[in-house]
Every structure is written in C-alpha cells, then in structure tokens.
C-alpha cells in the first residue's frame, strides 16, 4: 500500500470541469481545482470566465492548472498571460490556492508576480522545470515548488539542484499522473504514471539530495497540507 491519502485532480479546460467535479464527489480522496492550461486558451468559450468561477463557487477547490506555456514559438502569448492574470485574480478574490505551469516562459511569470504581488493563499508551480537561483523569488511571492518524476531521472542535475535549494518548508511531490512516470529499475518506456509511484519518487528525491527518506517525506507532507489546507477545510465542513 501507497497510503494516499488525498489526491489532486486539475482540470485543463472547460470540457473536463464536470469531470473533475464529478471524480471530487464520487471519491473523497479527491481535490478538485478548476483551470484553463495554457495550452487550451484559444479553445476556451466567450463565457469561460463565468464557467471557472461558478465551478469555483460550487465545489471545495483550486485553481488550476493555469500558467504560461512558451514552447510553442507559434502560441498566442498575450491571450495566456490574459487567462493566466484572471486565474490569479480569482484566487485572491476566492481565497483558493493556486497550481501553476511554468515553461519557458519564467522571465514573463516573474514579470507577473511583481506586478500582481505575493498571493495571499500559498500556491504552488508544478512539475518544476526551472533554475535554482529563482526560487527565492517564487518563495518571496508565496509559493511552494512541487517536483515530479523527472527529479529520478539520472541526468536531471538542474532539477536535482533546484530540490537542494529549496526551502524545507515549501517543496512538496508529486506524480503529474499519468505522465513523467519515474526512472525505477522495472520501469518500461511506456508506462502510465499513477499516484501510488509517489513513495518511489520520494525514496529516490530523498537520495539524490542526502536526506533520510522519512525526514525528506514527512516535509513533503506536510507541506502539501499547506498548500491545500483551505480545499481540506471546505471538504470536511461540508461531509
């Protein structure tokens, strides 16, 4: 047994919030959050804004997964950082913690936060993917990073050295199901990350930075409990 507790489940565009709230009822272990990704902007309705803070209002719930995505040299980047800005209004205003998805694009996201400032209710980017010498400004601006199965990769030093870095008090994990699935010795190409891979990818992070697994895991935790303290709050209130 994994002992998952809880599970974050984010929504990515308009299409898959009823899903997710219906996953968020079906299974208490679930937290739902509630987003247009970066990548889907452009598919988002003209009344995308009223769908986000209705679902919003009606369930327990994050924000996310929401943020800036430059890969594409080709993408629409005034209309993200538009949706992008929106999501982190809204999570001020609602109080709800945010998870975020940052690639090549930090220079604009931290152009972002000074403009907008530190968020009030922690948040969180996900998967991270940046250098290490940023994360004192992303925990000045009131978020924790959140590291997935890339950190086992073997030749994933920037990732390894961001995780050094960090503060103990604001790294958490996580799977970034069903993808980035973990460099584990019976591991294949192919497979399909879940979440019970989540002490193996501690086990692993724990090693790769000289902590003692259960030291390293029980930071983790707690820090998860953190971030998403106002969504298990709400939960509970209402079961």
Known sequence: MANINYMVSCATMEKNFELTAQLSKDFDSIL?????HPWFVEKRSKHWKERLENFLLAYPSGIGETGLDFTDKTCNRDAQIKVFEHHIVLARELNRPINIHIRKAWDTFIHILKKMGKFKVPGLIHSYSGSADMIPTFEKYGLYLSFSGSVTNPKAKKVVAAL????????????????????????STFELNEPRNLPAIAQIASNRIGMGFEEFSKHAYDNSLAVFHSILKRKKDRQ
């Open 164 to 187: 050094k870095t960090v503060s103990e008090n604001r790294y958490v994990l996580e799977t970034d199901t069903p993808d980035i699935y973990p460099y584990l010795p019976e591991s």
């Open 32 to 36: 739902p959050c509630f987003g247009i």
